[in-house]
């Protein structure tokens, strides 16, 4: 073990809470771990010891603020290096909405939340157990058995710079009950976070999901959304992330129950020496389950992608549907994708299919636009949207697919073609 995974788990053994026998087990784990290293298959691409040898200074601290979505009249709360604001949750929520902060909540007996704790999310992440062990704040979010709550729940994580910081979210959607959530990280000076959530989509429930993981610079986060799945439960899950000196995100879909479906589409922007590495594991473990998973990446200068998907297709998952497609566009000859689209498959009557294209710019498209007047700079923007438009537009939220469009515009513009 690491002098940094042996503090990590001694400050954990320090924390005594209503969640410390879910701590304990993972504390466990996480004792027995080693640090990851290029043998280890699921870090063989990312340059995991800048973490352990960032030296973190408040110095640089900085104050960034959470700016509301213009449009979306959304429920925003605001978690800042790995605590809780109180003073951005609601007076009142809707009825059948119920929000509490994670080190609070004892006193609510939320058995659920002390029994879910842990268990979407899968034991093998090494990080999980730090954010399992150290994360003593975030939110629980429990929506009542056929509630159906209009506007969405805007969780901003904002990590400031010098800053540690572990948070965790906790959902519940309960029977036929509907909820949109977004899970929203910013940061770009030098930090280390860890942020998860786990949810569980009940019977005949949808969740509408985005996280939006927009750290960049020297910011350096690990985390996940991880999902269960009830029968008949519809979850649409859509990721846009940045990369930045060290940013990884696990993306795990469990199909518990019989008729779920899942919709995954992830879009990544990578320049300067950025990196951003995407796990995605999607488990049927019962029948006539539908996923699709749809990821596209732009790639420019020295960045560094890495995308791992997975579908296991369990031998009970008769009749099931699951597609999963990688597309990759390098904008230059230095940058670098690793990509590894994977099907497992144990049942006889499925359909699946899967596959990954990595290519560069067309060069007779920018000609042909730039010989239409149109400058360079706009001539790559436009053909960058052109590859990672249609994801946007499948967005169920017109409203945060407009506020995104003029972010990707600015990345893209960055973006040079070398």
Known sequence: MTNWLSSAAQRGEAIHDWLAPRRQASLRLLQESQWPTRKTEAWKYVPINVWERAELSTAVASNIEAEPIEG???FDIVIRDGQ???????????????????ASAEAARLDWAQATFAQVKPERHLFGLVND???TDGLIIDVADGARIERPLRIVNIVNGGSEAHARVLVRVGSGAKVSIVEHYVGNQLSQSTGFAEYSIGTDAELEHYRF??????????GGSHFDLAERATLTSNLVAFGSRLSRVDMDINHKGEGAKALLNAIYLLDGKELFDLH????????NGTSEENVRGIVADNSRAV??????????????LAELNNRNLLLSDRAEINTKPELEIYADDVRCAHGATVAEIDKKAMYYLQSRGIEREQAQIMLNFGFINELVDDMPNAVLAEWLRPQLRQRFAAMEVK
């Open 280 to 287: 995605s594991n999607i488990e049927h473990a019962v029948a």
């Open 84 to 102: 809780l604001q109180a003073d951005t949750l609601a007076a009142a929520w809707p009825e059948g909405l119920q929000v509490l902060p994670l």
């Open 307 to 320: 995308f791992n998907g997975r579908i296991h297709i369990h031998r009970h998952a008769q009749k099931t």
């Open 213 to 222: 993981a927009l750290q960049s610079g020297e910011a350096m986060h690990i």
């Open 133 to 135: 062990v150290l994360a």
């Open 72 to 74: 979306l009249n959304s």
